[in-house]
């Protein structure tokens, strides 16, 4: 099974998610939105991806840019903004057992296959 964080007025998570369909993968879909992760699920999140937490930040979104942008913030201040503002998390990262990646390019999430 395939965990898919996904936003689905997104087009790169959509596409990323019909690669995954035509692989036949069973994906459990996780609407991050509407369900943000807790700081611990992104910490793990962020070890799978083997990157630090400021990689996985949407760093052109208005909340960032206003609250964050030119702070010196710990790796923990990072993953608890993108827990407060869901919509800072890059999208859309596909899970796979201990493999994880970020989909941009959508093609990407067929690395963990």
Same mark, same amino acid.
């Given at each position: 099974m395939t965990t898919l964080y996904h936003? &689905? @007025?997104?087009?790169?998570? @959509? !596409?990323?998610?019909?690669?995954? !369909? *035509?692989?036949? *993968?069973?994906?459990?879909? #996780?609407?991050y939105l509407e369900n943000p992760p807790t700081h611990q699920e992104l910490k793990q999140v962020i070890e %799978? %991806?083997? /990157?630090?937490?400021?990689?996985? #930040?949407r760093t +052109? !979104? &208005?909340e960032w840019k206003e609250n964050f942008k030119g702070k010196n913030l710990? =790796?923990?201040? /990072? /993953? =608890?903004?993108? #827990? +407060?503002?869901?919509k800072l998390i890059e999208r859309?990262?596909?899970?796979?057992?201990t493999h994880a990646v970020v989909g941009r390019p959508p *093609?990407? #999430? %067929? =690395?963990? %296959?």
């Open positions: 936003n &689905p @007025r997104c087009s790169k998570s @959509r !596409e990323a998610l019909h690669l995954l !369909e *035509e692989e036949g *993968e069973t994906i459990e879909i #996780v609407k %799978l %991806l083997g /990157i630090k937490p400021i990689a996985l #930040v +052109q !979104e &208005p710990s =790796d923990k201040q /990072i /993953i =608890d903004a993108m #827990v +407060q503002h869901p859309p990262i596909a899970i796979k057992g *093609e990407k #999430v %067929l =690395d963990i %296959l």
